[in-house]
């Protein structure tokens, strides 16, 4: 952050060991960014086609038998914002569900690729799918 700092304060005469540390940082950072592989650019059809046969690259996790809502893992759910865009729901076949996250299964689009979806379990609300009455608006 060049002229961030007042000379006068601080600099490298006050601090000469945070000063020496920020140069190694800068010298290491500059070094991975040259031995790092550049990015290639795909097409939307080769992206499309890598996301397709991707494995899942995290584990399944677990349901927490303890929970209160009492829901099984492999049952369908749906899923929703409580603070603000609660109109759309997303449902699933739930897959991990503790006190940090929910993850339900799905497919997608196409009807045949399987995608995971994972939601903060604060501020959402998670039902069973069977459970959820359908607007009539």
């Known amino acids: 952050m060049t002229g961030a700092l007042d000379r006068d304060v601080i600099s490298e005469l006050h601090y000469p060991k945070v000063f020496a540390w920020m140069d190694r940082f800068r010298k290491t950072l500059s070094e991975a960014r040259a031995a790092s592989p550049k990015p290639t650019m795909l097409s ?24 209160p809502l009492k829901l099984q893992r492999g049952q369908e759910v749906m899923v929703w914002p409580t603070d603000s865009g609660s109109a759309y729901r997303d449902s699933g076949n739930l897959l991990v569900l503790n006190t940090q996250e929910v993850v339900v299964q799905r497919k997608a689009l196409d009807k045949q690729t399987d995608v995971r979806i994972h939601w903060p379990r604060s501020n959402f609300r998670i039902v069973p799918a069977d459970g959820v009455l359908e607007s009539r608006l």
């Open 44 to 67: 939307s059809e080769e992206a499309l086609f890598r996301f397709k046969s991707a494995d899942f690259s995290e584990p399944e996790g677990e349901v927490d038998i303890t929970d």
